[in-house]
Each structure stands twice: as structure tokens, then as C-alpha cells.
């Protein structure tokens, strides 16, 4: 098999196997030992709450990310699509999977290619940042970005799923000054995300003073990439080392308290393991500029553009009434309102 049908194969294999296995972390994001404290006088109406924000200087309707998920397959251009399509209609961001797959095969950028079905959304174009030591370089990220015209790039750090990949790329070392290299060259913002493990603190101050705009933490908590991998495992004893990883990585509530206290200034996403609207509320709350979710779209997405809609529109709602519950009347003041903490 050529590294290029290897490529696509195995991201057709990712897309399956978390439409169709338990791939939960077995890890919790930590925001079930959260709450607000509840306002009994709001002094505001609810229908008059704003649910907008800016990010990344584009107004969103609602402060959410339908998140990287898929590409470089042919079954992926119509889950693209319908995200797309979702997207620009309610008015929310996207991100795309890794474009790592059409680079190597220009016939499969059309997987990628959703503009025209989104010509207004802030997108976010892919890639690993481990490419960089695997003979990629700034015009790789710039095809990445033209691609699908995006408005930034995300550089996608996911070092334990290279290494329970019998064929992953695992040279991670001199990275980060690849990195830098990236965001001096870069057109667009670059945005560093981990997959399902969390961003520590200190990784993150590393990658900001690299040029780094964006921060998406990926804490623990949902998808858990090594339970993926065990899943596509080709025997026992790879299935066995993944397993072994299924609590593993930063709780996601924990990744983005500590971020944002060591970064107070960075553009800030918070996401892994976010299922409501609550979920992204309390994030809100902690730090998060926007947040992301990708496990509630995908099944959506596989019936249509309307189902992802749906899911967009009540996770709205549900954010709405936190913020009349808090006495929040704008995303600004919802990132004031009192949490408690529970052990």
C-alpha cells in the first residue's frame, strides 16, 4: 500500500471506528466538580441575552467551534459539507480535519473543500505539527490554508497517538522551533491543539513565545485517541499497549484553569469531552474565548445538515438560560460569573 492510500485508509478507518466503537476517555473533564452559583434575581430578559463574540477579529453567533474531525476520505465530504452548511447558517466556527491525506493526494482536497458552502464562517484549515519534521514545511501549510481559503491554520500535537501507531511519525524533537518558523512565515494566525490529552501550562507559555496566536487546550475527558487506536489495532499486543492509555492526559477543566491563569491575554479554546451547553457555559466561565466540540456532530452529521442544526440551535438555548441563571447578559460577563467547586 503507497503512503499516499495508507494516508487516506487510515483516515477512513479513524472515522468508523468512532462512529461505531466506545471510544470514551476514561478520564472525566473535570467540569462535573464545577458549578455556578445560581442567580434568583437575574434583572435581565431572557430573549434580550447576546450569545455573540469575536474571535480571531469574526463575529460568531454563538462562542462555538464545530471541531476538527474528518477529511482525506471520500466518505468525508458530505459529513464536511453538512458541518459546513450548519455552520454558516447558524453562524458558528469550523475546523477540518487533517489535511495531511490531500497534500499527498490533490484528488481528495475536495473532501476538504467547504467554502462555497460556508462562504462567511471563520475556518480553520489542519495539519500535524510532527509533518514539520517529516519533510514538511511553510509551503505545506500554505497549500493547507489556500485549500479551503481558511482564516488560520491549526498545528495539531498529538505525540501519544503517534506512538501506539504501528506506522506513526514520532520524531517530536527540535518541534517547537519548527513551529516558530511556521508563525513567523505564516500569513494567518497559527492555533496549537492537542487532540484528547491536554495542554499543560507550561507547553502552552512555550508555544506562545514560538508565535503561537491561539491556544485550544483538548483536555481529557471525551474522545480518547488511544482508545481509537486499540480499536485499529492489527494484534493483541498493540490492542493491549492502548488500552493501557485509556486514563491518560489532562482533565479538560484542569488544562483550561491553568492555561488561561499562566496566559491571561492568549485567544483561548476550550474543548474535550464538552457534551451541552452547560458544559461549554462553565468553560466560558474558566477562560474559554470559544469552545469546541466534535463527538456530539458527527452522528448529526452523517444524516444531514439539518441534525447538526438542531444540536447548534440547543446548545445555544442551553447556554442562553445559564447565562439568565447566572445574570449574564453577554459572553463578556458570563467569563465573571461566580463558579463553585466541589472535591
Not at 441575552?49 to 453567533?61: G, Q, Y
Not at 485550544?216 to 481509537?228: C, E
Not at 486499540?230 to 498493540?238: E, G, L, P, S, V
Request: with cysteine; hydrophobic share 45%; glycine share 10%.
Amino acid at each position: 500500500m503507497s503512503k499516499v492510500t495508507d494516508t487516506s485508509a487510515r483516515k477512513s478507518n479513524h472515522l468508523r471506528i468512532n462512529l461505531e466503537e466506545d471510544v470514551q476517555s476514561g478520564l472525566t473533564t473535570g467540569l462535573e466538580r464545577i458549578s455556578f452559583s445560581h442567580s434568583a434575581l437575574p434583572e435581565l430578559d431572557l430573549q434580550q441575552i447576546d450569545l455573540s463574540t469575536f474571535f480571531l477579529e469574526k463575529r460568531l453567533h454563538y462562542p462555538i467551534m464545530i471541531s476538527s474531525m474528518t477529511g482525506g476520505s471520500k466518505s468525508a465530504t458530505d459529513i464536511n459539507i453538512a458541518l459546513a452548511e450548519a455552520a454558516q447558517e447558524i453562524g458558528v466556527a469550523m475546523g477540518l480535519g487533517s489535511q495531511r491525506a490531500a497534500i499527498e493526494d490533490p484528488s481528495l482536497e475536495v473532501s476538504f473543500q467547504v467554502r462555497r458552502f460556508a462562504p462567511d464562517i471563520l475556518l480553520f484549515a489542519n495539519l500535524g505539527a510532527v509533518q514539520l519534521n517529516y519533510g514538511y514545511g511553510i509551503d505545506e501549510c500554505r497549500r493547507a490554508v489556500g485549500m479551503i481559503e481558511g482564516d488560520a491554520l491549526i498545528l495539531h500535537l498529538n505525540p501519544l497517538q503517534e506512538a501506539l501507531q504501528p506506522e506513526g511519525d514520532v520524531d517530536f524533537s527540535d518541534l517547537l522551533r519548527k513551529i516558530e518558523g511556521v508563525c513567523t512565515q505564516l500569513e494567518v494566525p497559527v492555533v496549537a491543539k492537542e487532540v484528547g490529552w491536554g495542554i499543560s501550562p507550561r507547553i502552552a507559555k512555550q508555544l506562545v513565545n514560538a508565535g503561537v496566536a491561539v491556544i485550544d487546550v483538548a483536555g481529557a475527558g471525551g474522545t480518547s485517541w488511544s482508545q481509537v487506536e486499540m480499536h485499529r489495532a492489527q494484534d493483541q499486543k498493540q490492542a493491549r499497549m492502548a488500552a493501557q492509555f485509556i486514563n491518560w492526559g489532562i482533565p479538560t477543566a484542569d488544562a483550561l484553569a491553568g492555561v488561561r491563569e499562566a496566559l491571561p491575554d492568549i485567544p483561548l479554546i476550550g474543548s474535550g469531552g464538552l457534551r451541552n451547553g452547560l458544559d461549554i457555559a462553565k468553560c466560558i466561565a474558566l477562560g474559554a474565548d470559544i469552545c469546541a466540540l466534535a463527538g456530539p456532530f458527527l452522528k448529526a452529521a452523517v444524516e444531514s445538515s439539518d441534525k447538526v442544526r438542531e444540536i447548534l440551535q440547543q446548545l445555544g438555548e442551553e447556554i442562553r438560560i445559564c447565562m439568565f441563571a447566572t445574570g449574564s447578559g453577554s459572553i463578556s460577563s458570563l467569563r465573571q460569573a461566580k463558579l463553585l467547586r466541589r472535591p
